[in-house]
């Protein structure tokens, strides 16, 4: 296991560990980049919230003898879980704006105890609302649960964060939900495995996050979705426990797996699951590879998603994308970060074959390919890729921080992203961008909209649209709410999902609404009705009250 750091705080309010937040006068920084970027005049830092500065109502319940050992109605406590951290969540964190805390937050440390808090909040009429990691960026975790219940309990799962057993010869893992990513990692880490789940969220994410999301991770092709990872599922409801069983497939009937995984909480509470692991990767290869423009770049992936290649990394960025997060120089086009990694083989000649397909369609290598195999020098010491790729890599863990600094300057600063097919792209990205481009221009007088591709199959990508534009003091959430309204609009009408790995949340139900086929969202209802009678579990997600 890796060694213990020094003590770290979790920010209450913006994303990550309160010590890698940006400083002052990184803050005041960027805020002179971008005001020079836009043309605006200077943009003044907002200070960062102070906790006992809340007001926060008084809880509306209180937890049985029995269970209140616990539950915490601590401030930090509440004012952590009231939201996600999505852009709209650190807004109304910066300003204090918790309009909907709950009224406990509780911190189950078996199984049992998840079954006690749900009989109890089922008899009283208590909402209760799973919480993992608390990213969720789409309202997903949000104790805004309406009218019609004595209160509010965010059921925060991150005690029950052990792998309880491994099957080394299936290479299989049973993990409790609660674990956090690094967690997680610890643990198979004495056995040279790994789950190979990768999100940006890492760090503040759970497994059990992952399957009620339907996650993807960083890794581009083939295991990109947590789906793929799971091989069965125990689900507390409040209806009974659902135990699947562990086969690597099944034809018997609809998969009682599928049937949770994306439910959000709304369903029932996934406790533990067994997972598919993979042995750790001891060789990688990486490459930054520069294209005129996104359009022939993506020519170039849909070549190497079709190959059966199978690239770990196949991140293509346009333009704007890559002058951020990339450093790439002005003028040139887009970039396409390019990696392998294996536990079975070199992945040099992978990787050789990946470039000749990007030369064949007009892609230029500005610095040679990175190879590194960590067992030559002992695992761990292989160097992380460099140049463009490592540049892209820092910045998009650097990401979530950089936000919240965008945030203080008042800044509108969010993304979106969809997946569609191959033939589909060229239309879907005109008109995304020339809508949301739109909007910008309406909403806020300036602004930009970039995109880069997080994951890519042979019938399709997953395109990612960064937004950044001045907004007005007190009316960020405005401006957002109409420029992603005219982004979702645009996707749907495109023939794109209005979530690839974001999740439904709160925020997408009217689109999601939309692109779910009619008999099955009757169907969910009636589910949603047998297993949690009360409807107390997560109201609001997935179907509405």
């Not at 409801?237 to 135990?243: F, I, K, Q, R, Y």
Request: glycine fraction near 12%; include cysteine; aromatic fraction near 6%.
């Amino acid at each position: 296991m890796h060694a213990p750091g020094p003590p770290r705080t979790r920010s209450w309010w913006g994303w990550g560990w309160e010590e890698d937040a940006a400083t002052d006068e990184e803050v005041t920084a960027l805020g002179r980049a971008v005001a020079g970027r836009f043309g605006t005049g200077p943009l003044e830092a907002a200070p960062a919230p102070v906790l006992a500065d809340l007001d926060l109502p008084e809880p509306r319940v209180a937890a049985p003898a029995a269970l209140a050992h616990l539950c915490s109605d601590g401030r930090r406590a509440r004012a952590a879980h009231t939201y996600g951290r999505s852009y709209r969540d650190v807004v109304r964190l910066l300003r204090g704006q918790l309009d909907h805390p709950p009224d406990l937050v509780a911190t189950p440390r078996t199984e049992r105890d998840v079954v006690a808090l749900l009989d109890w909040c089922a008899d009283a009429g208590v909402a209760v609302v799973p919480f993992g990691g608390g990213s969720s960026v789409v309202g997903g975790v949000e104790a805004d649960v309406g009218e019609g219940f004595a209160g509010a309990v965010s059921l925060d799962l991150t005690a029950l964060d052990r792998v309880l057993e491994i099957d080394r010869v299936s290479r299989a893992a049973r993990i409790q939900a609660g674990a956090l990513g690094p967690v997680l990692e610890d643990q198979l880490r004495p056995h040279r495995l790994t789950l190979r789940h990768f999100p940006q969220s890492f760090e503040f994410s759970t497994l059990g996050g992952w399957l009620a999301t339907r996650a993807g991770g960083h890794f581009a092709t083939v295991y990109t979705h947590i789906d793929d990872l799971c091989e069965s599922l125990r689900v507390v409801t409040p209806a009974g426990v659902s135990a699947s069983r562990r086969l690597p497939g099944s034809g018997a009937g609809p998969s009682p797996d599928r049937l949770f995984l994306g439910s959000e909480g709304a369903l029932g509470v996934i406790t533990e699951a067994w997972m598919r692991l993979q042995d750790r990767p001891r060789w990688k290869a990486s490459a930054g590879v520069e294209f005129t423009d996104l359009a022939v770049g993506a020519e170039a992936v849909r070549a190497l998603a079709q190959s059966g290649l199978f690239p770990s990394n196949c991140r293509l960025l346009d333009t704007g994308e890559a002058l951020l997060s990339a450093r790439l120089s002005p003028g040139a086009g887009a970039l396409l970060v390019l990696g392998f990694e294996s536990a079975d083989h070199p992945a040099g000649p992978w990787l050789e074959r990946a470039l000749e397909l990007c030369r064949d369609h007009g892609g230029t290598l500005p610095e040679g390919p990175r190879l590194s195999d960590a067992g030559a020098a002992g695992e761990g010491a292989a160097a992380g890729p460099d140049g463009a790729a490592g540049e892209w890599r820092r910045s998009f863990l650097r990401a979530p921080y950089t936000r919240d600094a965008l945030v203080r300057l008042g800044v509108v600063c969010e993304t979106f992203e969809t997946a569609c097919t191959w033939d589909r792209f060229p239309e879907l990205h005109a008109s995304v961008t020339a809508a949301v481009e739109d909007a910008l221009g309406r909403v806020c007088g300036a602004g930009a909209v970039t995109c880069r591709f997080t994951h890519v199959y042979p019938d399709g990508p997953a395109p990612y649209f960064t937004v950044l534009a001045p907004g007005r003091r007190g009316s960020e959430l405005e401006q957002w709410a109409e420029i992603k309204a005219a982004a979702s609009d645009a996707v749907l009408a495109a023939g794109g999902t209005i979530t690839h790995h974001h999740a439904v949340g709160r925020d997408h139900l009217s689109w999601y609404e939309q692109q779910r086929p009619g008999p099955v969202g009757a169907a969910l209802r009636a589910v949603k009705h047998e297993l949690d009678p009360a409807g107390i579990l997560n109201p609001g997600v997935l179907v509405r009250s």
